[in-house]
């Protein structure tokens, strides 16, 4: 199953994540969008590090995408929502 790779990338990314390694963590949830492009969960995350990086376009790029494939994925509204007139 590919999307089970993906998912072993996504959470050594969130991880990651929470040890502020960004440019690790974006290499990582690049690597499992090339395997399971349609998961809102990994644009979601990739979204959160351009959060913490200040690159709120790519923050809302990626919160878009994920609610693209999912217009109900809450975490990604939420996102949003906090950059909603800014910029």
Known sequence: AASGNA???RWKGRALTQLEQTDEALALFETALEIAPNDPEIHHDRGMVYAMLGDSDRAVEAFDAAIALDPHHAAS???KRKYAGKG
Do not use: V
């Open 7 to 9: 998912d072993g990338f």
């Open 77 to 79: 509204l939420a996102e």
